[in-house]
């Protein structure tokens, strides 16, 4: 296939260029016939540009063009003029020229396309995946990606001038399933042996720091063999982060640095700088959720010292039984129907509550159910504490201490919803801290680790490792954006035999922990620092920072919730000489 | 643990310092006690610093300071001094200075490591990757990996600055095992298939030009199952780029500055270009190799022409049969005794070569066992081809194509060690090009790609395809830097047909091929453009650029030749209940 090569791209030529006989190479975008003459426009990733077919100027040409098909991939020279007054397309770059033609090569021709390459096409997910090659063709698409690749180098760039070195870690590792599935491979070499796909490069990343690496970072690919919720993938990019010699303030200002960066090349936006902390006990006391959504207030009202007196059942029975009574907000609602409130009393059984109680603040007072068992001054209490104005409806759960703010929490976010309380231009960042490190899981009667098994208790709390492990606080940190957790890190472990206390609290042998963890537990044998990291989620932050509503529109080749690439067809079949040489066989 | 957090690194402090008091945290990295007075040197990744502990000053601090053993984690604070004069050490750029100690933290202690922490110690690979976090701590392996980050951030720098997007391929694909072995990742959602990991990026980043992403670019990881020689990894990494409306010269030129940045920046060499080019043909012919090391000359000459008349019967045999006589130069063995010409003739044979002609050029003349069946005439032009001197000794092979330039090409590498020929200051880069596209493979009874199979043949041979595969030449070219071969690539075929006739030419059938590659396949019916890439070996050049004999001294955590990771013993038994999961058994 000879052709004549591009002398620029679709989106380069403006009045700068008139008169300039030029080459673009491309694709018709799309084609109209307007009195005799033919219009295209050939698009490639940086644009399109208007190009004419003239029969007056060149009536084989012209002929050639009339073959010309939507995503037909052409080159064509001519020459640049200015459009007639009038037909200037202001949305593009070279709006204001086209091109009169006077070469023309078919490269190669196109089917006509399952769907049309455009942005808000109405087609399954199912059809563009399958052909991910023409969905990646869309605008939206092509700008994620491109965005994708600004934060790759930003982020890059940012760890390089803090003196952090790159360092690639194993893909083919140590099966050490704790938490999520390992994905396995097989050996061929050693029959019955299996490597693992790193579930994140935590180990590897800790042995750097004891081998005085003492500024780690990489963009990670990292895999969970998990049944996927929506917003997951079978394999996913973290950006990877470990220091020696730190504590938690160290991190928190190398990533507000980088936080800081991201919105400001991206978007455009300064951040502020601290972000605020909250510990994870006040995030769920005031919003009900260890990730809030700052963007908008609501918060939770703790009400058990307004109501020790009152005799009202509901509130009485839930405080002798030592659970809670707290209430929220719902601004400009009192005007709910019957109806509105059931709705809402549905939504709190759905999360497990047992009911609602509801105070509409009107102008002639409050109107509720619970009006008449409850004293007016401990009602004033009530709207005082949680801040209610005429006009408002407040919200009360009593329940045990879990249920009443999860549900408070979940209410919270239903309400700004509905009241559209939500600005989706502003960015609210915050350090949740002080996470429990110990969660006791009764499926498996065992505890474990809420971030990992490496994370360092607080010191403060060390001495309740023994008798009350529930009640140690991790030195682990969640980043939240928004409402999305979009990093999570701690201070490490990185002492031999609080490790292996650790790994004991967790119901794990040490003949268990020596066999999967021995490296690490024998590395700090010989000098191991004080280290600590940070991982975050890239995919995410990525959809946030792009707008998106679902990663799989941030990854050029995403997979299903059910692990398959539609395009190629994987997970597939494979030869039998395959599994052979693998020492395995399918099991029916 | 609570210590005092570093002010500074161990490889900061100069002059400028004195009289500052500062903390430097770090590991004991030495110990010398000199007239009751301990001195340390104190390591961290940046340098170190020597820090004194004088009993007369602080006599707890020094007793503290005796239990100081090597690699122990340590915080010291203390005061900048200027050391003695004398005292002063050159070598480290803390060498004018010490610190005198007036508080100490021992953060973390260490037993005594198997090894000592330095370079050129005489311990076995093995101890090396099993204590790799030890190994990491050596000064060699610390800069390898950090002239491997710079590497890292330079490419990305340089291709982001040529307009290149960074996209990332997935891991878990498509098994389409043509050449090497894939490593195989059973499914758990869908039991009884298989994903592979990538052997390279090659047909989604054809997908990414199909999609119209122009210019493409990733650092990736690649995987390939074999049995790796000393030089290969299971899992390793290169450079992947692909770009549209390109053809050869459009990616020499952007891989040649590539190549110009790394030199400059990491060895701070300019290297000229364009780089020299030679054809698959010429490369055979002149050096024995498609990958020539062109740091010294000693090229093959040609002597079938010289000798169309000779009666001496070896020669005259092998031309007859249409076979090839060749030879090189020894320069300056003229002198070799019959043991040092029976080792070069044993040398030969081991590479199936029938024998050796030998010819040592004395001031006497000619002295060889076959002078006295070759004129005089044909002697000296013998001579004169191969342009020889006094002193110089001529070595011929007689035999088939391939054996006499393989031989010839071994021995002048041989030649040129032993000779001393080679300046390892000098770096020689060229382009091989012209290879050809398939190969007859007689195992299998058919053609293989010498590429892969989207490698485009070349436009003048297309007709060949059918008459006579073997002699059609593919758009491939390889870049090649002093004997090594660091980057190879192709112009793809981007039409479906001449696509689907590749695979038929490697016996590849159409419902193969469609199951396979059919994405690929379908993708080109949608206006596919013309497209070409290459990938570096990543691994390789960093190696040579650090000046390592072995790629394992430039990966953080590499793998045997049996693919083992001895640090952390993988791969390894994994639970029967994970192997239940994933529907697979292992056969026995």
């Known amino acids: 296939m000879i052709y004549k090569k591009r002398t620029h791209t679709c989106g380069e030529l403006n009045l700068q260029h008139l008169d300039q006989f030029v080459t673009l190479n491309g694709w018709v975008d799309s084609r109209r016939d307007l009195g005799g003459i033919i219009f295209i426009y050939i698009r490639d990733r940086y644009g399109k540009t208007q190009v004419v077919f003239n029969p007056q100027e060149n009536k084989s040409l012209h002929e050639l063009a009339s073959a010309l098909r939507s995503e037909f991939v052409i080159s064509v020279t001519g020459i640049v003029k200015r459009r007639p007054p009038g037909q200037e397309n202001n949305e593009i770059t070279t709006g204001e020229i086209e091109l009169i033609a006077n070469e023309l090569n078919i490269i190669n021709k196109s089917e006509t396309p399952p769907f049309q390459i455009e942005d808000n096409i109405d087609i399954s997910e199912e059809i563009r995946l399958k052909y991910r090659y023409l969905d990646l063709r869309r605008q939206t698409l092509q700008r994620n990606l491109l965005t994708r690749h600004r934060l790759y180098q930003l982020t890059r760039k940012y760890f390089d001038e803090n003196g952090f070195v790159e360092i690639e870690t194993p893909i083919l590792m140590k099966s050490t399933p704790e938490g999520a599935r390992d994905y396995l491979v097989p050996s061929r070499v050693h029959p019955g042996k299996f490597y693992a796909l790193p579930q ?170 619970a009006s008449k068992y409850i004293s007016k001054d401990v009602l004033d209490s009530i709207v005082s504490r949680i801040n209610a104005k005429v006009g408002d409806l407040i919200l009360i759960v009593a329940d045990e201490y879990k249920k009443v703010y999860n549900i408070l929490g979940a209410l919270r976010i239903e309400i700004a919803n509905r009241q559209n309380l939500i600005d989706p231009n502003k960015y609210e960042l915050l350090w949740v801290i002080d996470f429990p490190l110990l969660e006791y899981n009764p499926d498996e009667s065992r505890y474990i680790a809420v971030h990992h098994p490496f994370t360092s208790p ?51 042998s040490e003949a268990e922990a020596q066999k999967k963890f021995g490296f690490l537990l024998d590395s700090f044998k010989y000098g191991a620092p004080p280290h600590g990291g940070i991982a975050f989620g890239f995919d995410r932050i990525v959809m946030l920072l792009t707008g998106q509503k679902s990663i799989r529109d941030v990854i050029a080749f995403p997979k299903t919730t059910s692990a398959m690439s539609l395009m190629d067809d994987s997970p597939s079949e494979v030869d039998e000489e395959q599994l052979r040489e693998l020492h395995i066989k399918i099991e029916k």
């Open 200 to 369: 994140s490069p935590q180990t590897y990343k800790q042995i750097l720091m004891v081998a005085g690496f003492d500024r780690y970072f990489q963009i990670a690919k990292c895999f969970r063999d998990e049944d996927l919720r929506a917003d997951r993938q079978p394999e996913f990019t973290q950006i990877d982060v470990e220091m020696s010699f730190v504590d938690e303030g160290d991190i928190f200002k190398l990533v507000e640095g980088l936080i800081v960066k991201m919105f400001e090349e991206i978007k455009g936006i300064s951040i502020k700088t601290p972000f605020k902390i909250l510990t994870y006990k006040d995030a769920i006391e005031k919003y009900g959720t260890d990730k809030p959504d700052l963007r908008f207030d609501l918060s939770i009202k703790y009400l058990n010292d307004i109501l020790s007196n009152t005799e009202f059942k509901v509130f009485k029975d839930t405080i002798e039984k030592g659970e809670i009574v707290a209430g929220i907000v719902a601004p400009s609602c009192a005007h709910y129907s019957r109806s509105q409130i059931d709705n809402i009393t549905e939504f709190v059984k759905k999360l497990g509550g047992g009911g609602l109680i509801w105070m509409k603040i009107t102008e002639k007072g409050i109107d509720s159910p």
């Open 458 to 508: 607080k010191f403060e709390d060390l001495e309740l490792l023994d008798k009350n492990p529930e009640k140690v606080r991790a030195r682990a940190y969640d980043l939240v954006l928004n409402g999305n957790e979009i990093a999570g890190g701690s201070i490490r472990i990185f002492n031999r035999e609080l490790q292996n206390k650790m790994f004991s609290l967790l119901g794990i």
